[in-house]
């Protein structure tokens, strides 16, 4: 289990196989921001760009909600802002898309280990 903390509120990054007609979700009240592997519809798996700027899309929506920003209900505000986001942080750490790679794969692998409840 991965958690990211934007000011003072801590979110659980969880790694799920899809996520509604989405690449990513926040959920404000529960603290858990989900980032899919796969589109819902197709069952294509994204690809690590893909991921990657889902990523950065959630933690705007964080950001913003976290300022109290009515724009963090804003979905082109929040794409846009986190598209150039992505590519300002590329270029300023170019290894960023294997960051959160590296993020997908640990949160991953730790859900492998944690023991799923079973209905009897």
């Not at 603290?31 to 705007?60: D, M, N, P, Q």
């Not at 993020?103 to 023991?115: C, H, I, Q």
Request: with cysteine; glycine share 4%.
């Amino acid at each position: 289990m991965k958690i990211i903390t934007i000011g003072s509120r801590d979110y659980q990054i969880q790694i799920v196989k899809h996520v509604r007609e989405a690449l990513g979700e926040i959920f404000y009240d529960a603290g858990v921001i989900e980032l899919a592997e796969r589109c819902a519809v197709s069952g294509f798996k994204y690809s690590k760009r893909e991921r990657t700027v889902a990523f950065w899309h959630e933690i705007v929506h964080g950001v913003l909600n976290q300022m109290k920003s009515n724009k963090a209900y804003d979905e082109r505000f929040v794409t846009d802002f986190s598209e150039l986001l992505t590519t300002v942080i590329k270029q300023v750490h170019p290894h960023e898309s294997n960051m959160v790679t590296q993020l997908f794969e640990t949160v991953r692998a730790v859900r492998k280990t944690v023991p799923r409840n079973k209905s009897v």
